[in-house]
């Protein structure tokens, strides 16, 4: 008799052959889990559909046509699963050898777990480790205010049972949909039901091809679109629904912050500005006081001080600098 699966594991795709084979075998490699696998192309034009058609045999089934996006691949993978826990994996990302098989354990180790959560290792596009993400909890008051303070992604593992109350991602979302699922899902847990486990269990490519570091605009456009549906519908606590500029200030910091790293620096002043007009004591604080500091760093100052960041960390992280050794840890 063939056993359920434990996994439902979906990975969108979209024009990034150069990662997805590392991506497919990170999961149709892991051992002692039974995986429902689902990878859906967007309709690449650089060779992904070949690559996904090689693992066909290890896939519960594969798309390549256009389609609406990511977050539309998601929850067409979601909508079929048949595993006990879902997630989704990008196809620049991976998971560690025995990742799946540790997370099972937590789940299967206390019924009132719905959500494990572990920590990420950070590449760049070699595959070098250039830091860690750390595991956290979800803090709703922080996601809140500071339009992030979320896990890694693709360590983020959730059981079925809560989707079916929860609902899907919003589809309509492109670049914030796991920050708005996962305050969705924090408003509906209770004390005691994440498991935060610190080892790493995948690793997050970051590289110039990645949304977060395309599309800053609209990405912070998303964010004040969520918080104005989320504080117009009134279910949040009273302690948190009288945030809302502190909130909606948030998301001006944050876009300053990602204008910065792009080295958009009058566009980040004119976003750091728009933030202390919201609220004056959002900036007024530590998280607003750093980045002003960070603004006064000519960009080419703040680039070469990142590439000796970069630099330490991997050498702090030596024992993990070549692509596919990562190990649960």
Not at 208 to 228: F, S
Request: glycine content about 6%.
């Amino acid at each position: 008799m063939n056993l359920p699966p434990q996994f439902t594991i979906v990975t969108p795709a979209f024009n990034q052959a150069q990662y997805l084979e590392q991506a497919i075998r990170s999961v149709v490699e892991q051992n002692d889990v039974r995986i429902e696998y689902f990878v859906f192309d967007g309709g690449s034009t650089d060779g992904s559909a070949a690559i996904i058609a090689k693992h066909a045999r290890a896939l519960a089934d594969w798309t390549s046509a256009p389609d609406a996006g990511q977050t539309d691949a998601i929850v067409r993978g979601w909508s079929k699963a048949q595993g006990a826990y879902v997630a989704w994996l990008n196809s620049d990302d991976y998971y560690v050898p025995g990742a799946l098989a540790a997370v099972a354990a937590e789940f299967e180790r206390d019924e009132q777990i719905q959500v494990v959560i572990g920590a990420c290792l950070m590449v760049d596009e070699h595959g070098t480790v250039i830091g860690r993400k750390y595991a956290r909890d979800f803090n709703l008051q922080t996601m809140l205010t500071t339009s992030g303070g979320v896990p890694g992604q693709p360590a983020v593992f959730v059981r079925r049972s809560l989707v079916a109350v929860v609902g899907l991602p919003d589809a309509a979302l492109h670049y914030v949909m796991d920050w708005e699922y996962w305050m969705r899902l924090a408003l509906h847990l209770r004390p005691g039901q994440v498991r935060v486990m610190h080892a790493a269990l995948a690793v997050v490519r970051s590289w110039p091809g990645t949304k977060t570091r395309t599309g800053v605009e609209a990405i912070c456009r998303e964010h004040r679109a969520v918080l104005e549906r989320l504080f117009a519908a009134g279910t949040l606590p009273l302690e948190l629904q009288a945030l809302r500029s502190t909130a909606l200030a948030g998301t001006h910091l944050k876009q300053s912050f990602l204008e910065w790293q792009a080295g958009l620096n009058r566009a980040a002043w004119r976003s750091f500005a728009q933030a202390r007009k919201i609220s004056a004591a959002s900036v007024a604080g530590w998280r607003g006081s750093a980045l002003w500091l960070r603004l006064l760093l000519p960009y080419r100052l703040y680039n070469w001080l990142q590439t000796q960041v970069r630099s330490f960390k991997a050498r702090t992280y030596s024992k993990f600098e070549t692509a596919g050794t990562h190990r649960l840890a």
